[in-house]
C-alpha cells in the first residue's frame, strides 16, 4: 500500500521546509511519504539548516532543492506551508484533500555573529520540531482510532 505523500512548501527549499520535511520523516516517515519544495527553489540546501538538524539526530545532509511544479503529476494528499509566499503560490495537486499553513520565520535572513545566527536556525528547528512532532502525533492517533 502507498503512503500518503505529505507535501511541505516553503519559498526557497533552503531552510524551513528541509527542516519540516526532516522532522516528520523523522517521526512518521513509516506512514507518510514526506517531501518538500519550493516556488522559487534556492537550488540548495542551507549549511546551518543541515547542521541544525544534524544536533539533534536527523541527517537531511543528502536533500536537494525542488520545484514544486515537481509534484504536480503526483498524488499528494497533504500540502503544507511553512511561509506566507509558498502559501499564496500554492496551488492545487492531484489527489489533494489537506491543505495547512503553519509560519515559520526564515533563518536565512538571520544578522549577527555566528552564533547567533546559528542560534536563530535552532529557534526555528524548535519551533518546527514541536509543530511537526505534534502533527505525526495526532496522525498515528487518528489512524489508530
Known sequence: MNKPTVLILCTGNSCRSHMAEGILRHAAGDLLDVQSAGSHPAGYVHPKAIAALKEIGI?????????????LERDVTTVITVCGNA????????GQVHRHHWG???PAHATGTEEEI???FRRVRDQIKLVFEAYAA????????
Open 138 to 145: 495526532g496522525y498515528r492517533e487518528g489512524i489508530s482510532l
Open 87 to 94: 502559501d499564496q503560490a500554492c496551488p492545487m495537486f492531484p
Open 104 to 106: 515559520f520565520d526564515d
Open 59 to 71: 541527517d537531511i545532509s543528502a536533500h536537494t532543492s525542488k520545484h514544486m511544479n515537481t509534484f
Open 118 to 120: 546559528m542560534n536563530d
